[in-house]
């Protein structure tokens, strides 16, 4: 059993910037190497010859920046009670409760590396979004955090940004919080193997990272998923490239092989869709039991990777999926929020250098708020909740019941519906743009609103830092012209082209209603004839003016009919519209009217494919 290891007084704190209690870095080089051959002994077997030393690693991924413990649907874990057998919603996460979960967790240093799997920050709650992500960055420090690979997230503030958390120094714009106190950067490694400066070819960031345990080198490297442009904004991801995931991962395997590093673990940030959403659901020897982009990249790794961790999905599981060589691997994610931690136990092989891959054992853990909560994490939201109070507790409006988007199941969404029809009503008048339409991409919308209250502001009152938390962007608002049949096309794209494999269904303003017929197969399943604005069918030659935010309008998220649109005009940001409709229809009184959810009908299954 793993016994506390280090409390939270053995850790640095984040103005310890040259004490590490971790494993020394050794040096990355970037030189063209060839595929090894990989030994797979069993672990009997390995045991007769060789000594063996143990390892485990911890691992997270899509933290988000949730310092505080989240709210709604996004702070909670599915699971089977076992004394009813049935399925209950158990409350998680927090940085204070996982910083104490990790703690209990790990065995002693020389034997234990905590990683992850990209999008630490980025999406985030106020608490920490206002100060550009710095309090996370040091509460990942705090924690323990040796690696990570990069997540699409990370930049959404762009390559100059993400270096900053990693080099440190203050913000080029807000510059420092607090007088005389300097942003130190990153303590862990931020790993980029497959992101790349268009002008000269070589990763933005380190592409793998190696350390020694036992005497054993280790190498991590680390890649976010190929279509991180797709859903990013354009200016976030300008002069980069992004390379192909499987492509990437085992060139640089080639090349930690030949460096003599024979353990190597993948940190990827892209991942998979398990048959059950229970956290601990087993899906099964051969992996049958889950799918998405994780699987087949997992089959064309090269075999000398002994473990992949991945994110991006939010999913959890801690699967198996078959190497090149049909040889069962060890795939896991942790959920997300910090609602999960993974405990990867293994073993090396201190002759040979290599992970005996048979040892591999792979769990998801909750973290419980049973737990008791680390001080110097409590420490932390409260020094950055006392300076972000002023802007994070002012209320904006009301609700009379939980308002659930990133909680909800449907195509259309109660909250959706909300942030939509702010979106109409705030560009509607003409010289604000005159829209018509208003349509609101599902992964923009981070979390629930909660009738409970989160602080002394009450129940049913909506707070700044809440609706911030639903839309962390600040994405500017556009209104173009599209026309009918561009309308259509933009509604087909939900399901065709590069989101045929994983649908994103738009949530779309009052008064446009169409039928998706989830009988049929991707562009097919939009049922033409039933496109409706206030009741009228859309004319395919006609004009219409239609609002969405910047990342949206621009094509993002697999929507290029978007980008096909003209007249641009720039409004406010979705921020402030969503809290001017807030304040505009709801009160004490009279809380917010929530939409009916009647403007999308579903013929057939798959209603909850996004």
């Known amino acids: 059993m793993p016994n506390a290891g280090r409390t939270g007084s053995d850790l640095p704190n984040s103005g310890s910037r040259n004490v590490r209690y971790r494993r020394a870095t050794l040096a990355v080089v ?3 190497g060839l595929f090894g051959t990989l030994m797979v002994p069993s672990a009997a077997q390995a045991a007769d010859r060789h000594k ?3 390892l485990q690693l911890l691992a997270i991924n899509d933290f988000h920046g949730n310092l505080e413990a989240p709210a709604g649907s996004s702070g909670t874990v599915k699971e089977i009670d076992p004394a009813t057998g049935k399925e209950v919603a158990t409350p998680a996460g927090g940085i204070e409760y996982l910083a104490t979960a990790l703690r209990q967790a790990r065995i002693p240093a020389d034997d234990s590396i905590t990683v992850a799997a990209g999008d630490i920050v980025g999406a985030s709650p106020l608490t920490s979004a206002l100060f550009h992500d710095e309090p996370t960055i040091e509460a990942m ?4 955090l040796d690696v990570t690979a990069v997540g699409n997230h990370e930049f959404d503030e762009g390559a100059k940004e993400l270096l900053r958390l990693q080099n440190g120094g203050c913000h080029p714009v807000d510059g420092c919080y607090e007088a005389g106190r300097k942003f130190k950067g990153a303590n862990f490694n931020y790993l980029a193997a497959n ?7 070589k990763p933005i960031l380190a592409p793998y990272w190696v350390t020694k345990s036992q005497g054993v080198k280790i190498g991590f490297i680390g890649a976010t998923l190929e279509g991180t442009p797709n859903i990013v904004t354009a200016e976030g991801v300008k002069g980069l490239k992004f390379g192909d995931e499987v492509e990437t991962i085992n060139k640089y395997a080639a090349e930690l092989k030949k460096q003599g590093v024979n353990s190597i673990v993948a940190l990827i940030h892209e991942g998979g869709f398990p048959a059950s959403s229970v956290y601990n659901y087993d899906c099964g020897a051969a992996g049958q039991g889950i799918s998405g982009p994780i699987v087949d990249i997992a089959k064309q ?8 961790v991945t994110g991006h999905t939010h999913n959890a599981y801690a699967c198996t999926i078959p190497d090149p060589q049909g040889v069962p691997r060890s795939v896991t994610s942790a959920a997300s929020f910090g609602r999960l931690y993974t405990e990867i136990d293994l073993q090396l092989d201190k002759t040979t250098g290599t992970i005996v891959r048979p040892s591999v054992r792979a769990e998801n853990h909750v973290v419980r708020r049973t737990l008791e909560k680390a001080p110097d994490m409590t420490a932390l939201i409260a020094h950055y909740s006392a300076l972000a109070a002023p802007i994070a507790g002012r209320p904006l409006g009301y609700i009379p019941a939980d308002v659930n988007g990133r909680g909800s199941s449907a195509l259309e969404k109660p909250l959706g519906d909300v942030i939509a029809d702010a979106q109409l009503a705030g560009l509607a008048p003409a010289d604000k743009g005159g829209a018509q339409i208003a349509f609101m991409n599902p992964g923009g919308i981070r979390s629930d609103l909660v009738y409970k209250a989160s602080g002394a502001e009450g129940d049913g009152v909506v707070t700044y830092g809440e609706a911030f938390t639903v839309q962390p962007f600040t994405n500017m608002m556009q209104v173009k012209t599209l026309t009918g049949a561009q309308i259509v096309q933009l509604l087909q794209q939900q399901l065709s082209g590069l989101n045929e494999a994983a649908p994103k269904i ?3 303003s009052k008064g446009f209603t169409y039928t998706l017929d989830m009988r049929k197969a991707g562009a097919d399943r939009v049922v ?9 069918p859309i004319d395919p030659a006609a004009s219409y003016r239609v609002a969405a935010n910047e990342f949206l309008a621009g094509g993002g998220d697999g929507f290029p009919a978007f980008a096909a649109g003209t007249d641009k005009l720039v409004g406010a940001s979705d921020l402030d519209l969503f809290a001017a409709y807030l304040g505009a229809n709801s009160s004490a009184a009279a809380p917010l009217a929530v939409p009916a959810q009647d403007r999308i ?7 909850d494919i996004d």
């Open 52 to 54: 063996l030393a143990n």
């Open 301 to 308: 790794l090269d075999p000398a990777i002994g473990a992949i």
């Open 601 to 607: 009908t579903i013929i057939g299954p798959g209603t």
């Open 195 to 201: 992101v790349t400066n268009e002008k000269t070819g």
């Open 30 to 32: 970037a030189a063209a």
């Open 141 to 144: 420090d705090k924690l323990g």
């Open 528 to 536: 033409v004839d039933s496109v409706k604005l206030n009741g009228a």
């Open 506 to 508: 738009l949530q779309n």
